[in-house]
């Protein structure tokens, strides 16, 4: 802005300071990079936090540079756009929100989403025709069950599964089942999975793939909404893209939606042709809402992490617990507890409690905590408790639920950051109430 003591505008200017990611040979780490890097105050009046940029349109400084930035968004021309040029396809918030969300998995590229969904669904949009198969781990979240099989199926796009944690000769098995149905156009993993907490094998994945497709692979994304992005990094096990629901623990306050595609530049570049054509793009103030978040990210997710830990020791031998199905607790020696050992460096604060009992212990038990709050989600900063059977699950076939373990005495929890004296108290008072 023009400084109205000095119209002639010879008062000195801010001056652009560079994006420092590394002292030295140091290189910074996300904690640190989620305060400053990717946004420069000097290009917004010295403000220490971005504003939030609420405009739909940008001015072009000349005819030619408004036809260079549309050879880069619709592709004419490779690199994509040098400037922005209209929010369905990006804007300052989301840009500097999606340079953050990249470090966190050393990711080439990042794209921000208006819901965990919507990345999701603009994904395989991206990659999927009619005729194609999708190969995937199961079960995967309800709602991207229901995209793939009922809404892509209505395309003429079929599908099909293997178990979470199922053996590398197991999973080429499905991917050749597979292949002999159509061209597979996607490998799409869900891990840990939802609600069993099952963790897929993402190198025997890899491996399986190397050697059924050789040098024209289908690309391999995976769902990291319950570890990610601080105990689980796909992209280091082989994967090609890591999809996020933001609105758990990345949002973290159950304040927002949005979700997230981070990887390989080249799949980004497609998959961001889709979101500009579709406009599935995060809004500015949710982009500066996910900011304020990523900079506690670590700090949360820890707290959470820890007490998750503590909550789980105490439930584990208690006289009205029939186990409790949490990453922490795996058996040694068994294949998921080496899935866990090569791929996870936290059990993450969200699992299942089976109580000894039915649903009316279930409900008994939901309804006498006083701390823990009755609801669905997950990640955020406080603990919510809920019943899959009769909640998120109530719809699924009987067998089905059966064969996920959702029976009506489970509880789904999800740890927050109070205090895990406070939190094990509460446990303790709600069992007695049973
Ligand atoms: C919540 C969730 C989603 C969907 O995300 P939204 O932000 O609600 O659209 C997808 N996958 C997993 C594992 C989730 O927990």
Not at 69 to 92: D, I
Not at 324 to 339: H, T
Request: charged letters at 20%; a negative charge.
């Amino acid at each position: 802005m023009d400084n109205p003591e000095d119209p002639a505008g010879a008062a000195p200017r801010r001056r652009p300071k560079p994006d420092v990611t590394a002292i030295g040979n140091r290189r910074l780490r996300p904690a640190t990079l989620m305060m400053g890097h990717g946004y420069d105050p000097a290009l917004s009046e010295g403000a220490l936090k971005p504003p939030i940029f609420l405009t739909s349109t940008f001015v072009f400084e000349s005819a030619a540079e408004g036809r260079r930035h549309f050879e880069g968004v619709t592709g004419r021309r490779p690199g994509g756009a040098e400037g922005l040029v209209y929010s369905r396809f990006n804007g300052p918030n989301q840009e500097i929100l999606e340079d953050r969300l990249g470090v966190w998995e050393d990711a080439e590229d990042a794209l921000s989403f208006s819901s965990g969904m919507s990345a999701i669904a603009t994904l395989l949009l991206t990659f999927c025709q009619p005729g194609d198969m999708i190969v995937h781990s199961g079960p995967l979240y309800a709602a991207t069950e229901t995209l793939i099989a009922r809404i892509l199926g209505r395309l003429g796009i079929g599908w099909l599964d293997f178990p979470a944690g199922a053996t590398e000769a197991e999973i080429a098995a499905t991917l050749s089942a597979a292949k002999a149905r159509g061209r597979v156009a996607l490998i799409y993993l869900e891990s840990p999975a939802n609600p069993t907490n099952v963790l897929v094998d993402v190198e025997a994945v890899r491996a399986a793939r190397t050697r059924l497709f050789g040098d024209a692979p289908p690309p391999i994304a995976i769902d990291n909404t319950f570890l990610g992005p601080l105990w689980q990094k796909p992209l280091a096990h082989g994967a090609d893209l890591s999809v996020y629901s933001l609105t758990k623990y990345a949002g973290g306050h159950s304040d927002l939606v949005a979700g997230a595609i981070v990887g390989d530049g080249a799949l980004v570049r497609e998959v961001r042709m889709m979101r500009n054509t579709l406009g599935t793009i995060t809004d500015p103030h949710t982009a500066w809402m996910l900011l304020r978040s990523l900079e506690t990210l670590e700090l949360r997710m820890e707290r959470a992490g820890a007490n998750a830990a503590r909550v789980c020791a105490f439930l584990k031998d208690h006289p009205k617990v029939a186990h409790v199905g949490y990453l922490g607790f795996l058996e040694p020696g068994s294949r998921q507890a080496d899935i866990y050992r090569r791929h996870c460096s936290g059990a993450g604060s969200t699992f299942s409690l089976y109580l000894k009992g039915g649903e009316a212990e279930a409900f008994r038990f939901l309804d006498s905590l006083v701390i823990a709050k009755l609801a669905v989600s997950l990640g955020g900063t406080e603990t919510l408790a809920s019943a899959p059977a009769a909640m998120t699950h109530l719809s699924v076939p009987e067998e089905r639920k059966a064969a996920l373990g959702i029976s009506p005495n489970l509880v789904r929890i999800s740890i927050g950051v109070e205090d895990p004296d406070d939190l094990v108290a509460d446990f303790a008072q709600a069992l007695d109430a049973i």
